[in-house]
């Protein structure tokens, strides 16, 4: 028997789900021939989710996280590269 106490960081499983839906929006903006790196800084800028195709439920997806949320990990893992 395990007498240990398990911790479950939500915030580490979240940045993950943000993480790879980033990377399937940005998969799915390429395949429909779009520039995914426009599109998506324009939805994180004006909150217009009309810059994030449908395609691939991806609008569905990328509005389930808070913009701010997904800019603040952008940056976070930008800064860490340094």
């Known amino acids: 028997?395990?007498?240990?106490?398990?911790l479950f960081?939500?915030?580490l499983v979240k940045r993950k789900l943000i993480s790879s839906t980033l990377n399937e929006v940005f998969d799915a903006l390429k395949e429909r021939g779009y520039n995914p790196i426009n599109q998506i800084v324009g939805y994180l800028i004006s909150g217009d989710p009309g810059y994030i195709s449908s395609y691939?439920?991806?609008?569905?997806k990328?509005?389930?996280?808070?913009?701010?949320?997904?800019?603040?990990?952008?940056l976070e893992d930008y800064l860490?590269?340094?």
């Open 9 to 11: 960081d939500v915030s």
């Open 1 to 6: 028997m395990n007498d240990n106490t398990s």
């Open 56 to 60: 691939k439920d991806c609008r569905n």
């Open 62 to 74: 990328i509005l389930d996280f808070e913009r701010a949320e997904v800019m603040a990990i952008i």
């Open 80 to 82: 860490k590269k340094k």
